[in-house]
């Protein structure tokens, strides 16, 4: 089992930037997929990006393009989400999930068995 833990939520303005953490532990994630999703308020939530076992496979959903960036670190057993150009649109409840059994990133919540408790991310106007 793997148990993954977010970080790094907090208040910005319009245009600021944010990185979130997602560490893991239980098991080395090395082999599995990553992903993050999110939910604002009264909303479902949604795909953000994903990251494959290899850092060349990546999936970015077309909201965040070019803006939010994800990435990953074996060695800390750490994935991250780096945010850019943060718009109040962006604010919302950020997960981590984890998928064991795909090398290949998926933007389908039910693929993905662990996730984490979220962390909060406001955009101030």
């Known amino acids: 089992q793997v148990q993954v833990v977010e970080s790094g939520g907090g208040l910005v303005q319009t245009g600021d930037s944010l990185r979130l953490s997602c560490a893991a532990s239980?098991?080395?994630?090395?082999?599995?997929?990553m992903a993050w999703f999110r939910q604002g308020s009264g909303k479902e939530r949604e795909f953000v990006a994903a990251?494959?076992?290899?850092?060349?496979?990546?999936v970015t959903a077309d909201a965040v393009k070019g803006r939010f960036i994800v990435s990953r670190d074996n060695t800390k057993n750490t994935v991250y989400l780096q945010m850019n150009s943060l718009k109040p649109e962006d604010a919302a409840v950020y997960y981590c999930?984890?998928?064991?059994?795909?090398?290949?990133?998926?933007?389908?919540?039910?693929?993905?068995?662990?996730w984490g408790q979220g962390t909060e991310v406001t955009v101030s106007s």
């Open positions: 999930a984890v998928d064991p059994y795909r090398a290949q990133p998926l933007m389908l919540e039910s693929v993905y068995t662990y």
């Open positions: 239980g098991r080395p994630i090395n082999s599995y997929s």
């Open positions: 990251i494959g076992t290899s850092e060349s496979r990546i």
